[in-house]
Structures are given as structure tokens and as C-alpha cells.
T-cell receptor, first 113, second 115 residues
Framework: GDSVTQMEGPVTLSEEAFLTINCTYT??????LFWYVQYPGEGLQLLLK?????DKGSNKGFEATYRKETTSFHLEKGSVQVSDSAVYFC????????????FGTGTRLQVTL | DVKVTQSSRYLVKRTGEKVFLECVQD?????MFWYRQDPGLGLRLIYF???????EKGDIPEGYSVSREKKERFSLILESASTNQTSMYLC??????????????FGEGSRLTVL
């Protein structure tokens, strides 16, 4: 079945460090891909998305490029801040799959001063 | 500001009790969802609803039921709570517009502990 695999956390970085969180997917068709973020004590919120191959989603300094050849959608940020500390979820959506998103297990990011 | 509101942030119940988790959205969204979130397992879909009085089972519906009598409200019911239902429960809603199908709006979550 369709699935999303994320790198295990926690990821601990110093402020201003470069961030990569890996995400790969398995899907029978051509999914749309998403990154959601969950700040402490809050629900998830959409961070960025890409709907077709080679699309780049971006928001709040974060970027991710839809790579069909490697079935990946890695999240990157050039310079993280303490306020980026959160859990990040990669997700995919396939048309016709009863309208549901398939989420990865989440990656916790901790940014320290 | 758009909002999905879950009625209780924290609940403690006893085994065998009936539990209601309520969710209300103010965005006139057609679709609503209930997920549970557990460490190492991510989010798993329990039930979803396309529209009023419509419901579909998700990946883990056993032990749960839902009710959607009004468009803005989607309730999750645990008929007889068990300890393995201790979890964080997240409600979400979504527009049915094709270009927004992956964009869920989540509530803050309800953390349920079953003793």
C-alpha cells in the first residue's frame, strides 16, 4: 500500500544550522506531497506542498522538491531558529484513495541556542 | 481566522466508560476527519465524513464510532473505553475543492487517558 517513510528523530541542531529532514514515499500513482508541522501543544498545520514532479514547495524559509525519480520530498531550511523546534510530518495524497492523507511517523526537531 | 475547535484538551476516563470527543469547524468545510496520534506511529485515520450524515471507516475504526448531524460538527465516540485507546486525538477538516484536497486544518488535539 501507499506509505511515507521519514528519518527518525529527534534531530538536534544549533541555531543557524542547515536542516534536512528526509522523506521518501511509496505510491501506486502520482501523489501530491505535503509537509505539516506541529508546534508544541498545537495541532498540525500545513507548511508546504507540491502537486507534481519537480515542483518545489516553499514557506517560512523551508523548501522541499518533489523528486519522482527518487520518490523523495526532503525538507530543507538554510538557517534554523529556535522557533522552528517542532515535529514535522511528511504526507502524501492520491486521488481516488478515499480522500485520505497518508502520514509519516513524524520527525522531532530541537533547535538550541 | 479559520478554526477547528475540539471540546476538551485533556480527559481522564475509566475503562468501560462511554467517551464523546467533539469537534467544531467554522470554515463550512464538507469533509471532516478523526485521527489518533501515537509516538512512533504518526497519525492514523479513524473515521472521516464527506458530508452531513455520511461517514467512512479509516484505517483503525475498531472500537470507535462517529456522528455528523450538522455540517460543522463531527463527534468521535468510544462506546466502551479501553486502556489501549489512551492517545492524542486530532480532528481535522477540509474543503472538498479539488485544489485543496490535501490541505487539512487541525484542531489542537484531545489527550485522552483511560485508566
Amino acid at each position: 500500500g501507499d506509505s511515507v517513510t521519514q528519518m527518525e528523530g529527534p534531530v538536534t541542531l544549533s541555531e543557524e544550522a542547515f536542516l534536512t529532514i528526509n522523506c521518501t514515499y511509496t505510491a501506486t500513482g502520482y501523489p501530491s506531497l505535503f509537509w505539516y508541522v506541529q508546534y508544541p501543544g498545537e495541532g498540525l498545520q500545513l507548511l508546504l506542498k507540491a502537486t507534481k514532479a519537480d515542483d518545489k514547495g516553499s514557506n517560512k524559509g523551508f523548501e522541499a522538491t518533489y523528486r519522482k525519480e527518487t520518490t523523495s520530498f526532503h525538507l530543507e531550511k538554510g538557517s534554523v531558529q529556535v522557533s522552528d523546534s517542532a515535529v514535522y510530518f511528511c504526507a502524501l495524497y492520491l486521488t481516488g484513495t478515499a480522500s485520505k492523507l497518508t502520514f509519516g511517523t513524524g520527525t522531532r526537531l530541537q533547535v538550541t541556542l | 481566522d479559520v478554526k477547528v475547535t475540539q471540546s476538551s484538551r485533556y480527559l481522564v476516563k475509566r475503562t468501560g466508560e462511554k467517551v464523546f470527543l467533539e469537534c467544531v469547524q467554522d470554515m463550512d468545510h464538507e469533509n471532516m476527519f478523526w485521527y489518533r496520534q501515537d509516538p512512533g506511529l504518526g497519525l492514523r485515520l479513524i473515521y472521516f465524513s464527506y458530508d452531513v450524515k455520511m461517514k467512512e471507516k479509516g484505517d483503525i475504526p475498531e472500537g470507535y464510532s462517529v456522528s455528523r448531524e450538522k455540517k460543522e460538527r463531527f463527534s468521535l465516540i468510544l462506546e466502551s473505553a479501553s486502556t489501549n485507546q489512551t492517545s492524542m486525538y486530532l480532528c481535522a477538516s477540509r474543503s472538498s475543492a479539488a485544489y485543496r484536497v490535501g490541505e487539512l486544518f487541525f484542531g489542537e488535539g484531545s489527550r485522552l487517558t483511560v485508566l
